[in-house]
């Protein structure tokens, strides 16, 4: 029998434990082992320190406070995806690197290119869009029937998350989910968690991925240094108050500065300016373009809501609670737009004059009106042309 050498043995034998460690893997194996050989890894301790994904809205959309992103289903398309939360599909296929007809995995996260209207809300710009061609260009009266208002989807949209926004990242050519949770220090099974990627990680070019976000640990307490040390079976000394030694140095306090108010007065309703208040209240919400497209006014329950200006009702439709907006036309493009209010006392087609009254305040903690004005589709700041 040929003799085996011990070399022989020992390399066999490391074989056979590099074998067994390779068999009780758990998940997909990461071949880069820089900084990994000779030293210990932390990655078991570093998968328990991120967030789970929010959930998202009935569609599939989670909205941050800077971008909304959609969640794929079970057999979507990207075609399926983009019916679904109302963008067109070639709008947002291109921003995500993809074809109209590529099937996505379920989970998979979809970036959004701008942002969609809730899933339970009006997409007012389409109305006032639509008001615009409606409208007779003379200003004549023309009457409609109003066909009653379509309830949306049965769930609430999700509100924003709470917490910090993740990033967002876009992948690059030469990348992969590894080099990716590496550059951000994440794991990357919460990486692939977060963003529905496949079970070998596989990530496309320009494709957008949320970078999880870690637990914050709770805040440390600095250490007291320890500062007249005593022996065992001593008191602890007493240290002398400053007042004791020296008197106290002359101080000023300055008066303390006022907390600003957080809501503002509305302006008086002034015959002169170019636009009358709906409602005579206190803005408890103002104009953000992107965020909110007008000023909320908040008065009491039941008030009168009027007509900014004369012109001809060009909308009336609901809210999928079946709350009134109004949209009124004016001259040159200008519309007004009168949300959350209850009891319509006009119709499509009548002509109002500025002051009078076309609703009413809802009732609670809803009483006050979304006021918008906009110069054809686009939305503008409404202040300044109350005051």
Excluded at 64 to 71: F, H, L, R
Excluded at 136 to 143: F, L, M, N
Excluded at 351 to 363: F, N, P, Y
Aim: charge should be negative; hydrophobic fraction near 40%; proline fraction near 10%.
């Amino acid at each position: 029998m040929r003799a085996v050498s011990k070399s022989a043995i020992l390399r066999c034998a490391t074989s056979a434990a590099a074998l067994a460690i390779l068999v009780g893997c758990e998940g997909p194996l990461d071949y880069d082992l820089r900084g990994e050989v000779g030293g210990f890894s932390t990655a078991d301790a570093a998968r328990a320190v991120t967030t789970n994904r929010p959930a998202p809205d009935a569609r599939g959309v989670i909205t941050y406070p800077n971008y909304q992103v959609a969640v794929a289903r079970r057999g979507d398309t990207v075609n399926d995806l983009a019916a679904r939360v109302g963008l067109p599909v070639v709008e947002l296929a291109r921003f995500n690197g993809l074809q109209a007809t590529d099937r996505l995995r379920e989970g998979e996260v979809i970036a959004l290119p701008r942002t969609v209207p809730s899933a339970s809300g009006v997409d007012i710009a389409t109305i006032a869009g639509t008001a615009i061609d409606e409208a007779p260009a003379d200003g004549s009266v023309r009457t409609s029937t109003l066909e009653p208002a379509q309830p949306a989807a049965a769930a609430a949209p999700a509100p924003t998350p709470p917490g910090p926004e993740p990033i967002r990242h876009k992948v690059k050519r030469g990348e992969t989910a590894y080099t990716i949770a590496r550059l951000y220090d994440v794991p990357v099974d919460a990486l692939a968690d977060w963003n529905g990627l496949g079970p070998d990680f596989t990530v496309r070019e320009d494709q957008f991925l949320l970078i999880p976000i870690k637990n914050q640990p709770a805040p440390q307490q600095a250490a007291v240094p320890a500062t007249n040390v005593t022996q065992p079976g001593q008191g602890s000394p007493t240290p002398t108050p400053p007042s004791a030694t020296q008197p106290l140095p002359d101080e000023v306090i300055a008066p303390a500065t006022p907390v600003p108010d957080v809501t503002a007065e509305a302006p008086t309703n002034q015959s002169n300016s170019a636009l009358g208040l709906p409602v005579t209240g206190t803005i408890i919400r103002t104009y953000e373009k992107g965020k909110n497209e007008g000023i909320d006014i908040a008065a009491a329950p039941g008030a009168a809501v009027k007509a900014a200006e004369a012109g001809t009702v060009a909308a009336i439709t609901a809210d999928a609670d079946q709350v009134p907006i109004i949209v009124v036309k004016h001259n040159s493009d200008l519309l007004t737009v009168y949300a959350n209010v209850d009891k319509a006392t006009v119709k499509k087609g009548d002509r109002v004059r500025r002051g009078e009254q076309i609703a009413s305040l809802r009732s609670g903690d809803n009483a006050y009106v979304h006021f918008e004005v906009r110069k054809g589709f686009e939305s503008v700041d409404p202040e300044p042309y109350l005051k």
